[in-house]
């Protein structure tokens, strides 16, 4: 789709925005992650789990990619970057699928600190799957306090606060199929 053929995002929605990622290179990049899962999960039967609200664009965009006999879910985390350096956290939706035994590949919009993700893999891991992976749209890792490993990576970003693509501010801009950095108020 061409830019401007869909005119949702006038000036006034991105006037505090800064261009970072159009929705060409962003579509390109899932095509690529897409390949890859696509060879790694021939003949498996992997269990797609989003993370909200985040993924739910990412999500959307890859698993249309994705020709494999394969199932959806959500998990919703709650972090806190604590004293610890573990940082703690608290699942709010929990999944609703069985996970013992699955091939489950986490989908992340994005790995800041690491502790969502961190979360989410140690959740799923008590719950027997044969394996669990990870695939992050877009990574900060400037910004990480607990190590995750990214086993299907898409952009690495600065240390800048991000909008779009399924990232929000205050729950806004969610909807932007570009990625912008926020401008300081
Ligand atoms: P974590 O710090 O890695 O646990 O990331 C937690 C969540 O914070 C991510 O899944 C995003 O939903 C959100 N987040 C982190 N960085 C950004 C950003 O730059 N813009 C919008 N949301 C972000
Ligand atoms: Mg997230």
């Known amino acids: 789709m061409a830019h401007g053929e869909d005119a949702v995002e006038g000036p006034s929605v991105t006037s505090r925005l800064r261009p970072l990622l159009d929705r060409e290179k962003i579509q390109a990049m899932v095509d690529a992650l897409a390949r890859q899962i ?3 999960y021939m003949g498996k039967n992997p269990l ?3 993370t909200l609200k985040g993924s739910f664009i990412f999500l959307a965009d890859l698993v249309r990619r994705l020709d494999l ?3 959806v879910d959500f998990v919703m985390v709650q972090s806190y970057a604590g004293t610890r350096s573990t940082g703690r956290c608290r699942v709010v939706l929990p999944l609703s699928t069985p996970v013992q035994g699955r091939d489950v590949l986490v989908v992340e919009d994005i790995v800041d ?6 979360c989410v893999i140690k959740y799923l891991k008590r719950k027997g799957p044969s394996s669990v992976r990870l695939c992050a749209i877009f990574d900060k890792p400037a910004r990480r306090k607990v190590p995750v490993h990214v086993d299907y990576r898409g ?3 600065p240390d800048e606060f ?3 693509y399924g990232l929000d501010c205050d729950q806004s801009y969610r909807h932007l199929p570009d990625l912008w950095a926020m401008e300081e108020k």
Request: glycine share 14%; proline share 0%.
């Open 38 to 40: 696509q060879q790694d």
């Open 48 to 50: 797609i789990v989003g």
């Open 113 to 118: 600190t690491g502790l969502s993700a961190d």
């Open 155 to 157: 952009f690495e970003l």
């Open 162 to 164: 991000v909008v779009g």
């Open 69 to 71: 006999q394969l199932q």
